[in-house]
């Protein structure tokens, strides 16, 4: 029988809908529960093992509707049916109860100290005691952070690690671009079929220092080996610039004119500040804003750093995202404010409004944009091609697949 590790960070991506960006320390867990977050990490964790369960079954099932070609792909491409495996992880929402809802087999290991409230110690004794009973992978369901506890548990143990995306940025190589995704990979690998090898994939972090001085930016911790999978396995985030300033303000002279006299709620990163400030506004970085935009006014921020709640209160808006360098996500890898609900009420794709300097689609060397929003039948709906802003008048019709 083959055996596969499971261990969950159950307050991974807490803080995401409500705005405050990830959930490292007590306190921070505390006031987004108090904002009304609800922990995901743990369906998120099953949603990857149900994929597994289903391959494991010989039903093929792929990424689901809505998926691009190569994003698609079920148990034939992926190497065949694999027998169900045992799974070993911790008690509770550590993994037990994300097995259950799977439908699967658990193995419990004892992990000292671990309690109602899991810390980052809890993670590496997690990782530990399931590594020590022989795995033939470990699938950690978090964010960076939890990828940096991995590392720091295996301390040059040798395991084969693949992540399941619950967190809030993931700049880290060695998650699937969804759950789904990743319960694809891992049905490859435990497949033995020859087809995926793995590679040294890096596991980053945002730096902070970077942060406070006014950039985006990543660190590099080190790398685990994560079955090579390139479209279902999400690439590194890349550093990037906000562009020309010529290019810039083509791109903020379009989103004035599309948006005309009304709200424009815009994503975190580089090139969003950039056009906000081309519009005469002073943004956030890592949050989302709300700016009004009226023809002849200058322009008024309505809303800093809003939480999911916060950009509904707001009513209707235009909705400006780009795309993360070199992984080229969309939705669900640090905007997780703006949710499906946000999303639906402003419209869907109609409302949606891709800026990207043509240097930065370029970068992306023909690999689509990616969507993680969470709601499989939404991202259905946003998947296709859509019109990319890439200047005054100018834009690219680019695909958009899960």
Same mark, same amino acid.
């Given at each position: 029988?083959?055996?596969?590790?499971?261990?969950?960070?159950?307050?991974?991506?807490?803080?995401?809908?409500?705005?405050?960006?990830?959930?490292?320390?007590?306190?921070?867990?505390?006031?987004?529960?108090?904002?009304?977050?609800?922990?995901?990490?743990?369906?998120?964790?099953?949603?990857?093992?149900?994929?597994?369960?289903?391959?494991?079954?010989?039903?093929?099932?792929?990424?689901?509707?809505?998926?691009?070609?190569?994003?698609?792909?079920?148990?034939?491409?992926?190497?065949?049916?694999?027998?169900?495996?045992?799974?070993?992880?911790?008690?509770?929402?550590?993994?037990?109860?994300?097995?259950?809802?799977?439908?699967?087999?658990?193995?419990?290991?004892?992990?000292?100290?671990?309690?109602?409230?899991?810390? $980052?110690?809890?993670?590496?004794?997690?990782?530990? =005691?399931? !590594? +020590? %009973?022989? #795995?033939?992978?470990? *699938? &950690? /369901?978090? @964010?960076?952070?939890?990828?940096?506890?991995?590392?720091?548990?295996?301390?040059?143990?040798?395991?084969?690690?693949?992540?399941?995306?619950?967190?809030?940025?993931?700049?880290?190589?060695?998650?699937?671009?969804?759950?789904?995704?990743?319960?694809?990979?891992?049905?490859?690998?435990?497949?033995?079929?020859?087809?995926?090898?793995?590679?040294?994939?890096?596991?980053?972090?945002?730096?902070?220092?970077?942060?406070?001085?006014?950039?985006?930016?990543?660190?590099?911790?080190?790398?685990?080996?994560?079955?090579?999978?390139?479209?279902?396995?999400?690439?590194?985030?890349?550093?990037?610039?906000?562009? $020309?300033?010529?290019?810039?303000?083509?791109?903020? =002279?379009? !989103? +004035? %004119?599309? #948006?005309?006299?009304? *709200? &424009? /709620?815009? @994503?975190?990163?580089?090139?969003?500040?950039?056009?906000?400030?081309?519009?005469?506004?002073?943004?956030?970085?890592?949050?989302?804003?709300?700016?009004?935009?009226?023809?002849?006014?200058?322009?008024?921020?309505?809303?800093?750093?809003?939480?999911?709640?916060?950009?509904?209160?707001?009513?209707?808006?235009?909705?400006?995202?780009?795309?993360?360098?070199?992984?080229?996500?969309?939705?669900?890898?640090?905007?997780?404010?703006?949710?499906?609900?946000?999303?639906?009420?402003?419209?869907?794709?109609?409302?949606?409004?891709?800026?990207?300097?043509?240097?930065?689609?370029?970068?992306?060397?023909?690999?689509?944009?990616?969507?993680?929003?969470?709601?499989? =039948?939404?991202? +259905? %709906?946003?998947?296709?091609?859509?019109?990319?802003?890439? @200047?005054?008048?100018?834009?690219?019709?680019?695909?958009?697949?899960?």
């Amino acid at each position: 029988m083959t055996r596969i590790g499971l261990v969950v960070n159950p307050v991974a991506g807490l803080g995401g809908r409500v705005g405050l960006g990830g959930t490292d320390g007590r306190e921070r867990r505390h006031r987004a529960l108090a904002l009304g977050a609800r922990a995901l990490a743990g369906e998120r964790a099953a949603a990857a093992l149900r994929e597994l369960r289903e391959l494991r079954a010989g039903s093929g099932v792929g990424a689901g509707a809505g998926a691009g070609a190569g994003a698609g792909a079920g148990a034939g491409a992926l190497g065949g049916a694999v027998a169900e495996p045992e799974v070993v992880t911790a008690a509770g929402a550590m993994g037990a109860d994300s097995v259950a809802a799977a439908g699967l087999t658990a193995r419990v290991v004892y992990v000292p100290g671990a309690g109602d409230e899991t810390s $980052a110690e809890d993670t590496l004794a997690a990782v530990r =005691a399931v !590594v +020590a %009973e022989g #795995v033939d992978l470990l *699938l &950690l /369901a978090g @964010g960076d952070g939890t990828a940096r506890d991995v590392l720091t548990a295996l301390d040059g143990v040798h395991c084969p690690v693949l992540g399941v995306p619950t967190g809030v940025k993931m700049h880290s190589a060695v998650f699937g671009v969804s759950p789904r995704a990743a319960g694809q990979v891992a049905a490859a690998w435990l497949a033995r079929s020859g087809s995926v090898r793995l590679r040294d994939a890096e596991v980053m972090d945002r730096d902070e220092d970077e942060l406070r001085a006014g950039r985006v930016a990543s660190r590099l911790y080190g790398w685990l080996p994560v079955p090579d999978v390139p479209v279902r396995v999400q690439q590194r985030k890349t550093g990037s610039t906000a562009g $020309a300033p010529e290019a810039v303000g083509g791109i903020a =002279a379009e !989103v +004035a %004119e599309r #948006v005309g006299d009304g *709200l &424009l /709620a815009l @994503g975190p990163g580089s090139t969003t500040r950039a056009v906000a400030a081309a519009l005469g506004a002073d943004v956030s970085l890592t949050g989302v804003d709300v700016l009004a935009l009226r023809p002849g006014h200058p322009t008024e921020v309505v809303l800093r750093d809003g939480g999911e709640d916060a950009l509904l209160a707001a009513g209707p808006c235009w909705i400006g995202l780009s795309p993360i360098g070199g992984q080229g996500f969309l939705l669900g890898r640090g905007n997780q404010q703006i949710s499906p609900r946000v999303l639906r009420a402003a419209g869907g794709r109609e409302r949606l409004l891709v800026l990207c300097t043509e240097q930065k689609l370029a970068s992306l060397g023909g690999r689509p944009l990616l969507l993680d929003t969470g709601d499989e =039948a939404l991202d +259905a %709906e946003l998947a296709g091609h859509l019109p990319v802003i890439t @200047g005054r008048r100018r834009t690219s019709l680019y695909r958009l697949t899960t």
